[in-house]
């Protein structure tokens, strides 16, 4: 078999660990090339994991490589134009979260998949998680019974990673946009992807990015461009099957320390991912609280290891796509709608 050539597209963070999990498949695939505007970058990523083939433009890459599959690892704002130019120059694309700045970015570029016939998954990485594989066992053999509420909580105490996370312009938003994109998703593939409905919300923006105090660092410091996203959402979203999710995100809030759960409850059982899987239950009269075997806590690097290998399942025909455009573009109507009830400080339906 032919390896699968494969580009990425924005050489920062996050691309470390998108290249990590396409060597792990090195019988199935090759990065070949790889673009970003900064050239400083792109070559220190280059060199250190020699790829020769370098460009400061995508639509040059594209041209040039014949490639099969495109990693999208720009910052948000990037996340359209590189997702189209990938999918229309013939690459199946694995695009990050959030999918776009917004509804109608993210529309068009499921269109764009759509004409081309390629693939573009969404990088909903925590679809990929071991607690997220148990929790849909059980879901799907009927333990829950209905889930009618959820929680999800994301919530940081000190923690805007900085650059142009705090730029809206290039970032469409903050916590909400950057850490909820991840939860709402989580709830909503566990739930069966139901479609939402109305969400009614409020953002802040009270703290601001700066919190050091007594050199007790958190990551909200320094390196700010531009600070003008919101620090903290409160939202409450309705879906079609009478399911309620309450989310929570924040980069920074006066909390004791950071908090990331989730919480479900079913007519028949509830559950909580805190990082472990925990469910409570009945059994034989009694309440009982059951921990499922072995780990069932996320580990970070795993969780991208799956992704990819999912997406190049997914290109090769031999398992169906696990966060597909749809579900990106879902998301998105939810943030936009989430974005516009807190400015109008009105519920807000979304069609
Ligand atoms: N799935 C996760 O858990 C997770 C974690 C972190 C970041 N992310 C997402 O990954 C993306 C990147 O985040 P990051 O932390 O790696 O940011 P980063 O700033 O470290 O890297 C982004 C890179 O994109 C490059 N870039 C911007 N516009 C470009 C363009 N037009 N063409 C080529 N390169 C361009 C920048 O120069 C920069 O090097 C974001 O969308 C973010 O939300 C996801």
Redesign the pocket.
């Known amino acids: 078999m032919k390896k699968l050539r494969v580009g990425i597209?924005?050489?920062?963070?996050?691309?470390h660990s998108h290249i990590a999990g396409y060597r792990a498949l090195s019988d199935k695939c090759e990065v070949v090339a790889a673009?970003?505007?900064?050239e400083k970058?792109l070559n220190a990523y280059c060199d250190l994991y020699g790829i020769s083939h370098r460009y400061t433009d995508?639509n040059e890459m594209m041209r040039a490589e014949n490639l099969n599959c495109v990693s999208v690892?720009?910052?948000?704002s990037?996340?359209k134009?590189?997702t189209i130019a990938a999918l229309r120059g013939g690459a199946n694309v694995l695009c990050?979260?959030?999918m776009a700045l917004n509804a109608a970015e993210a529309l068009e570029m499921q269109q764009a998949a759509e004409e081309t016939g390629k693939l573009l998954q969404v990088?909903f990485?925590r679809r990929f998680g071991n607690d997220a594989a148990c929790l849909k066992n059980f879901i799907d053999a009927g333990v829950f019974g209905d889930i009618y509420y959820a929680k999800a909580t994301y919530l940081r105490r000190n923690g805007c990673?900085g650059?142009?996370f705090g730029d809206k312009e290039r970032s469409g938003g903050g916590p909400l946009i950057?850490l909820g994109v991840?939860v709402i998703d989580l709830v909503r593939y566990l739930g069966g992807c139901p479609k939402a409905i109305s969400a009614f919300g409020s953002t802040y923006d009270n703290l601001g990015p700066n919190r050091a105090v007594g050199g007790s660092a958190g990551w909200s410091v320094g390196a700010f461009e531009k600070f003008d996203v919101e620090d903290f959402t409160t939202a409450l979203i309705r879906f079609d099957n009478g399911l309620t999710l309450l989310v929570e995100a924040s980069f920074n809030l006066n909390i004791k320390k950071d908090v990331g759960n989730i919480e479900l409850f079913g007519t028949k059982a509830g559950c909580r991912i805190d990082p472990e899987v925990e469910i409570y239950t009945q059994l034989a009269g009694r309440f009982v609280d059951v921990q499922p075997f072995g780990s069932t806590a996320l580990s970070f690097e795993g969780l991208f290891e799956n992704e990819i290998r999912g997406f190049v399942n997914a290109v090769l025909g031999n398992e169906p796509c696990r966060a597909p455009a749809e579900d990106g573009v879902e998301l998105m109507r939810i943030i936009d709608a989430i974005y516009l009830s807190a400015k109008t400080g009105k519920s807000v339906e979304i069609s």
């Open positions: 597209i924005g050489t920062g963070n996050i691309s673009c970003d505007i900064d970058k995508y690892c720009t910052w948000n990037a996340h134009g590189a990050e979260k959030p990088g990485v990673p650059g142009w950057d991840h």
